[in-house]
């Protein structure tokens, strides 16, 4: 148990610092103002426009950092520091979370199996500890068939979990790809300078290694229970 604890303050740490990484950047590249004088509601717009999806909403929400692109209402939500902003990093996210638009309406394969699990790791990711922890408990202090269903209670958290942990890796190829589909789109329509494309780009870098440490810490906890599930029985 200690060592999964050190183990999840490691990847809490570099969450953090990563997190905290991001945020100083979005701030910096938050001064890099386009030349171009858009703000991330128009560039959003734009790159909506520009790949033929007439359909689909940009609202503001709010919140730093709350971006993101709602299949089900089919909206882009910026968050206000991106929606009225004119600069690189209002940019990116604005092109990103149209990149997510562009998949949908695309029929993206990686969006469309996270889409899927959406409904099964909202009702799951909340309780599969606690169920493989009961399992265990039960397990423990129960012989015979009792043990035995306290053992099948704990394979069946970890089976929840599993789901928690497909969907972390699933959203990688989905956020990597909106990225590069918003650079791409970026550079070709000439909507920032060469110095305001670089901002957009290493902003989006670092948004997205906040999803990787996510599901490594996913994977970690799914390895460490599975081994308490099973590394007891014969």
Same mark, same amino acid.
């Given at each position: 148990?200690?060592?999964?604890?050190i183990l #999840?303050?490691?990847? /809490?740490?570099?969450?953090?610092?990563i997190?905290?990484?991001l945020?100083r950047?979005?701030?910096?590249?938050?001064? @890099?103002?386009?030349?171009?004088g858009?703000?991330?509601?128009?560039?959003?717009?734009?790159? #909506? =426009?520009?790949?033929?999806?007439?359909?689909?909403?940009?609202?503001s =929400?709010?919140?730093?950092l =709350?971006?993101?692109y709602?299949?089900?209402?089919? !909206?882009?939500?910026?968050?206000?520091?991106?929606?009225?902003?004119?600069?690189a990093?209002?940019?990116?996210?604005?092109?990103?979370e149209?990149?997510?638009?562009?998949?949908?309406?695309?029929?993206y394969?990686?969006? &469309?199996?996270?889409?899927k699990?959406?409904?099964?790791?909202s009702?799951?990711? %909340?309780?599969? =500890?606690?169920v493989?922890?009961g399992?265990l408990?039960?397990a423990?202090? !129960?012989?015979g068939?009792?043990?035995?269903?306290?053992?099948?209670?704990?394979?069946?958290?970890?089976?929840?979990?599993?789901?928690?942990?497909v969907f &972390?890796?699933?959203?990688?190829?989905?956020?990597?790809?909106?990225?590069n589909?918003?650079?791409?789109?970026?550079k &070709?329509?000439?909507?920032?300078?060469?110095?305001?494309?670089?901002?957009?780009?290493?902003?989006?870098?670092? /948004?997205?290694r906040?999803?990787?440490?996510?599901?490594?810490? &996913?994977?970690?906890?799914?390895v460490?229970?599975g081994f308490? @599930?099973? %590394?007891?029985?014969?």
């Amino acid at each position: 148990m200690t060592i999964y604890y050190i183990l #999840l303050g490691a990847i /809490a740490l570099v969450s953090w610092l990563i997190s905290s990484k991001l945020k100083r950047k979005f701030n910096f590249y938050s001064k @890099v103002h386009l030349r171009n004088g858009m703000s991330g509601a128009e560039i959003a717009e734009q790159m #909506l =426009t520009d790949h033929g999806i007439r359909d689909v909403k940009v609202v503001s =929400t709010p919140g730093m950092l =709350t971006d993101h692109y709602n299949p089900k209402t089919k !909206t882009v939500n910026l968050s206000e520091g991106v929606y009225n902003q004119r600069n690189a990093a209002a940019a990116a996210v604005a092109a990103h979370e149209c990149g997510h638009a562009v998949q949908h309406a695309q029929a993206y394969e990686w969006l &469309s199996i996270r889409s899927k699990l959406v409904p099964v790791v909202s009702v799951t990711s %909340g309780m599969s =500890t606690w169920v493989v922890f009961g399992g265990l408990i039960l397990a423990a202090s !129960t012989e015979g068939q009792g043990g035995q269903f306290g053992f099948y209670i704990a394979v069946a958290g970890l089976i929840m979990m599993g789901f928690a942990t497909v969907f &972390s890796f699933i959203t990688l190829p989905v956020e990597y790809d909106a990225s590069n589909r918003a650079l791409a789109w970026l550079k &070709s329509k000439n909507i920032v300078t060469q110095e305001e494309y670089k901002g957009s780009e290493d902003s989006l870098k670092w /948004a997205a290694r906040t999803y990787v440490v996510a599901a490594i810490g &996913s994977l970690a906890s799914l390895v460490y229970w599975g081994f308490q @599930v099973f %590394g007891g029985r014969d």
